[in-house]
């Protein structure tokens, strides 16, 4: 099972981090991927959107194919939505993989390839109106949203919980059990200010 990571300059840094960390989990607790790569457009070194600076394993040109492909977001996809060549790699892979997952505003770079438009999905909730304003998607507001092989998530941590949500679909709750585990992944409950208030909160906030 081959699990690559696309990043670009600009990629919020906790998007696939958190991901890449539960997927290396996965593969030594609980028979998850043979191979986890990150990939870009190019080998050169890649400046995250809070100054993190990363080393990608392979460009487009040397990637294989992936049985699955996580896309995160950041400020950067602002400008990588119109980066023909990332869309025609996410595009491409789009068309092998078992499934493709998006972190954040990582929908909007699925979108722009051709793999949003019909589906249910979120993002980021201070995006969640321009996800609405594509006119083609079904914005729900959830941690993340599975639909068909496209999995989309909302803001920066939540991809954590799209990924074992996704570990659990794909090699069941024993499996994600164990890398909850060994993350020690629990999200506290104690909520901070009144968040509930604030107009922007999605759904699934104001519900909790």
């Keep these: 099972m081959k699990f690559g990571i696309l990043v670009f300059d600009g990629v919020e840094e906790l998007d696939f981090v958190g991901p890449?960390?539960?997927?290396?989990?996965?593969?030594?607790?609980?028979?998850g991927p043979d191979e986890c790569l990150i990939i870009a457009e190019s080998s050169s070194p890649i400046t995250c959107a809070r100054g993190l600076s990363i080393n990608p394993h392979l460009s487009f040109?040397?990637?294989?194919?992936?049985d699955y492909l996580l896309v995160p977001g950041g400020q950067g996809t602002r400008k990588e939505v119109e980066n023909s060549a990332l869309l025609e790699f996410v595009?491409?892979?789009?068309?092998?993989?078992?499934?493709?997952?998006?972190?954040c505003?990582?929908?909007?770079?699925?979108?722009?390839?051709?793999?949003?438009?019909g589906k249910q999905a979120t993002t980021h909730w201070a995006s969640l109106d321009r996800l609405r304003a594509l006119g083609d998607v079904q914005v729900v507001e959830e941690r993340f949203v599975e639909d068909g092989q496209i999995?989309?998530?909302?803001?920066?941590?939540?991809?954590m919980d799209l990924m074992?949500?996704?570990?659990?679909?794909?090699?069941?709750?024993?499996?994600?059990?164990?890398?909850?585990l060994s993350a020690e992944y629990f999200p506290s409950s104690t909520h901070y200010g009144e968040f509930k208030d604030h107009p922007g909160a999605p759904g699934y906030l104001k519900h909790s």
């Design 20 to 31: 890449w960390d539960l997927l290396k989990i996965w593969s030594k607790v609980a028979d």
């Design 61 to 66: 040109d040397d990637s294989p194919t992936f």
């Design 91 to 103: 595009e491409r892979q789009g068309t092998t993989c078992q499934a493709v997952l998006s972190v």
């Design 105 to 117: 505003t990582g929908s909007f770079i699925l979108h722009a390839a051709g793999l949003l438009s």
């Design 151 to 159: 999995w989309t998530s909302a803001g920066v941590s939540a991809g």
């Design 164 to 180: 074992l949500g996704f570990i659990a679909r794909t090699s069941g709750e024993e499996a994600a059990a164990e890398v909850q």
